[in-house]
């Protein structure tokens, strides 16, 4: 109902933000962060100061390119709180940096996805074992995650655009956001899928954090 009546939605989520509801300002300083993301960043630290569990990895995430020295304090906060989503952008911020590291959170994700985890084993494998990455995604995959459909057909679209535009449609009919704007030319065969095309494993998961 509200999605059709996204006035009214803002209007809702404002007021009850106002009465200091700390998820409404997550969904806040979500929606806009495209338009303005000087409010965003506002609705965001007002959740964080209200005690949303997963404000932290919101502001996190959105401070990486601004502000990396804060964003990784905020988001080693929500990793020790156990959030999966931090884990997984925090180990995609140090894969350069540090590898050994970035592979331990990718792990320490995939435990708390539990039957959920292959897709963040094969992010922690990815460059040290490109064949077993694969194997994970797919298996991934065929339980129904869509973030691993959406990767597989990014990883084999330079290769073979036809088999990869199948996963593209899986994970977009699961409400998978990224694959629902998908067109052609966006990755380049097996290289590191993340090395090769910046994507973020957060941006792949379709509506991180809210």
Not at 19 to 44: F, H, N, S, V
Not at 45 to 56: F, I, L, W
Not at 134 to 159: F, I, K
Request: with cysteine.
């Amino acid at each position: 109902m509200l999605a059709a009546e996204p006035e009214r939605a803002q209007a809702l989520f404002e007021r009850a933000a106002a009465l200091g509801e700390p998820r409404a300002m997550c969904i806040l300083g979500k929606r806009l962060e495209g338009t303005d993301p000087k409010q965003a960043r506002d609705w965001y630290e007002r959740a964080v100061a209200a005690g949303d569990p997963t404000a932290r990895y919101n502001l996190g995430r959105f401070l990486l390119p601004v502000d990396p020295g804060r964003a990784r304090a905020l988001l080693r906060l929500a990793v020790d709180a156990g959030d999966h989503d931090a884990m997984v952008a925090l180990g995609h911020d140090l894969r350069e940096e540090d590898p050994v590291e970035a592979r331990r959170l990718y792990q320490r994700a995939a435990v708390v996805a539990g039957d959920g985890g292959q897709t963040d084993l094969g992010f922690a494998v990815e460059d040290s074992d490109p064949d077993e990455a694969e194997r994970l995604w797919r298996e991934a995959a065929d339980a129904g995650d869509p973030t691993a459909m959406y990767v597989l057909g990014a990883r084999h679209h330079h290769d073979n655009p036809t088999d990869a535009q199948p996963y593209y449609e899986m994970a977009a009919d699961l409400g998978h956001v990224p694959a629902m704007a998908t067109t052609c030319g966006h990755t380049s065969g097996r290289r590191s899928l993340l090395r090769s095309t910046g994507l973020n494993p957060i941006l792949l998961r379709g509506t991180p954090g809210i």
